[in-house]
């Protein structure tokens, strides 16, 4: 698949399709087929979708660990446009404060971290469980730092294997109003500034949503 992008740019969003990567606990896995086809004789070609609200890129609310917290359609527009910056990080397991500290993290910042789980975790039709993730005092971290979004190249930011790393993870970003962007295809993507324009789709009180997400240089 080709996405047409001006140069420079780059799509970041993971497409959605049949047999994709979900995680283990989800419910079902997304579904998409042609409800009828032009080809097939039908008058117009429409689409089924059917999937949870966290399938491919899709940036996670408060609400979605938050008893009463703030939804998707709460969310302020400019959580997720504006100046961004993709950092790579070197640690083959885990987001540590030891590596990002370095990097003169400001209150505000939009915040992409590239790791080694670009391509693979995002690309394999099965759910891979030795992926980088942040742990628990990097979060603590960014989230003092009063960041306004965070970014990671998983379908998820927590732990796998860690118990109470996904909850503890979400929920310290989540109660400090970070936006997390989850599952962000980051692997062709040098590290440096972008200016990130990325919505999620407008669901009433939704807890998460779909979204389509861009990077281009800022001029």
Known sequence: MAVIA????????????QNMTKFPSDPTPFKVYRLSDVALGAK???SMIEMIS??????????????????????????TIGPARVI?????????????????????????????????????????????YFDIP????????????VGLDNITIGSFKEPGSLTQTHTIFLRAGVYILEDCAL???????????????LMYNGDAGPSRAILRPLK
């Open 88 to 132: 790579e990080i070197k640690d083959k397991q885990k987001i540590r404060v030891a590596e990002i500290e370095k990097y003169d993290i400001k209150k505000g910042e939009r915040l992409l971290f590239k790791t080694r789980n670009s391509p693979l975790t995002y690309t394999s039709e099965t759910f891979v469980e030795d992926y980088v």
């Open 44 to 46: 117009v070609t429409m």
């Open 187 to 201: 692997g062709d993507v040098p590290p440096g500034d972008y200016e990130l324009l990325c919505l999620p789709l």
């Open 6 to 17: 001006p140069k420079g740019w780059y799509d970041i969003s993971v497409p959605l399709k």
């Open 54 to 79: 966290h399938t491919g890129t899709h940036i996670d609310a408060p609400l979605h660990f938050i008893p009463g917290g703030s939804t998707i359609s709460d969310m302020s527009l400019d959580a």
């Open 138 to 149: 990097a979060a603590e971290y960014l989230a003092e730092k009063k960041v306004r979004m």
